[in-house]
């Protein structure tokens, strides 16, 4: 694969120009590309990042084929590609100096490219992420139906958000929001943009929580769905997601995706049960680097 299909920009407005079609042709598979890149087209508009980062889109018989974006806190982001085109684009990117801290991508894209950067860098891989992606197909509210109602919440929320995204983050392993959640750095986590549902008690109670992104390209994932542990096994999960996808759908969006846990048989067929369909697996490869000898 000639290198020079590989189109490398840090403007990330003329990135989505070339590339936003693409992304959104298949929107469910690239749901985090398309959110991970519009968090970054909005913090390079408020002049958060000093450091700009890095979009690729690989081009042939001028169509937008795959992309890479690498952000500045070293996060890289892959479509789909081959096996000889993670390898072509893994000698690229070492050849350009580039030092990812981690990459995430399909499952076979991601463990490709691990490998390849492995043999051209040193770098050792190790898997610390892997994922079912659902797509909703038909809602179906689970019945019976848990007594209580939706709720929105509103800024007299904000802390039980807070905590319960951290209690979820510590449930799952997920230490980098949780040290910008105790940094005081909300707003920075990738909580931080979402729309937040609570359930809902006949009482008043909240019991359960889902979040969903903005419609972007005309996608919505639904991240995270959290129930306090001595809460579970009473249908708030699924009451809560059903709404938070039926607000999804009333904003019009046509893909509406969430992950799973593959280890966690429990949401997985409650997913199911309520409309969801397996798409794709995908999984996340952290890079260590040895430090140079000293000469």
Known sequence: MPLDDWHLTQDVDDFLAQAGDFLSSRAALHNTPLTDIEKLRIQRAADHDEQAAVFGRLES??????????????????????????????????????????????????????????????????????????????????????????????????????????????????????????????????????????????????????????????????DPVYTPAHLRGRGYAGAVTVEASRGALAARATDVVLFTDPDNPTSNALYQRIGYVHVADFAGHKFSYSAPAAG
């Open 61 to 222: 018989q001028s169509e937008v084929r795959a992309i890479f974006y690498l952000t500045p806190r070293g996060r890289l982001g892959l479509t789909p590609l081959s096996v000889a085109q993670t390898d072509a684009l893994a000698a690229h990117l070492a050849g350009l100096g580039y030092s990812p801290a981690h990459v995430i991508a399909d499952h076979d894209t991601a463990g490709a490219f691990a490998e390849s950067w492995q043999q051209h860098t040193g770098a050792a891989p190790e898997r610390f992420w892997r994922t079912h992606l659902y797509r909703l197909g038909t809602l179906t509210p689970p019945q019976p139906r848990p007594k209580g109602q939706e709720r929105l919440t509103d800024g007299k929320d904000r802390e039980q958000v807070v905590r319960w995204c951290r209690e979820f983050c510590v449930d799952v392993g997920e230490q980098h929001s949780i040290d910008l959640i105790d940094a005081g750095a909300w707003d920075d986590s990738r909580f931080g943009d979402r729309h937040f549902t609570f359930w809902e008690t006949q009482e008043g109670a909240p019991v359960s929580m889902a979040a969903a992104t903005s419609v972007i390209g005309g996608m919505v994932r639904i």
